[in-house]
């Protein structure tokens, strides 16, 4: 599974990982940084949206010490509302700063999926600013 190649200018791709899943993710800022890793863990799950449904549109705002917190705690929620709510986003507005990020969501029912995640790790997570935007590698608990 490969979301974009890495000459685009954001993207992600899923990368080997023995025991979890992990992704690589890039992006020229923060806010498309959590964008495209939101897409990535969705694109693992191989989720099965709904057809038809009404459009579900959600305020996000977040508050972390560092960049590594913030993105674990975005994908953490987004998690939460597909494990409890059975929605998913496709459409992200965000602005975001190491330390926060604020926007909107906006998705739609999701009537399935073909894989699972327990949870968003800390196990081998960088996020690092780079002269091309920012890259990050977060594994996921499955």
Do not use: C
Not at 106 to 116: A, L, S, T
């Amino acid at each position: 599974m490969t979301g974009t190649t890495s000459s685009s200018p954001a993207g992600f791709r899923e990368i080997e990982h023995t025991a979890d899943w992990a992704i690589e993710v890039w992006a020229p800022d923060l806010a498309g940084l959590l964008e495209h890793a939101a897409r990535g863990m969705y694109a693992l799950l191989r989720l099965r949206w709904a057809a038809e449904g009404a459009t579900v549109r959600r305020p996000v705002r977040l508050s972390a010490p560092d960049p590594e917190t913030l993105l674990v705690d975005f994908l953490s929620e987004l998690l939460f509302v597909l494990d409890t709510e059975r929605v998913a986003f496709d459409e992200f507005a965000l602005q975001a700063t190491p330390t926060r990020v604020q926007g909107r969501l906006r998705g739609r029912p999701v009537v399935g999926q073909e894989k699972e995640i327990k949870a968003v790790t800390y196990h081998n997570l960088r996020v690092e600013r780079t002269a091309q935007g920012w890259r990050a590698v977060v594994t996921f608990d499955v």
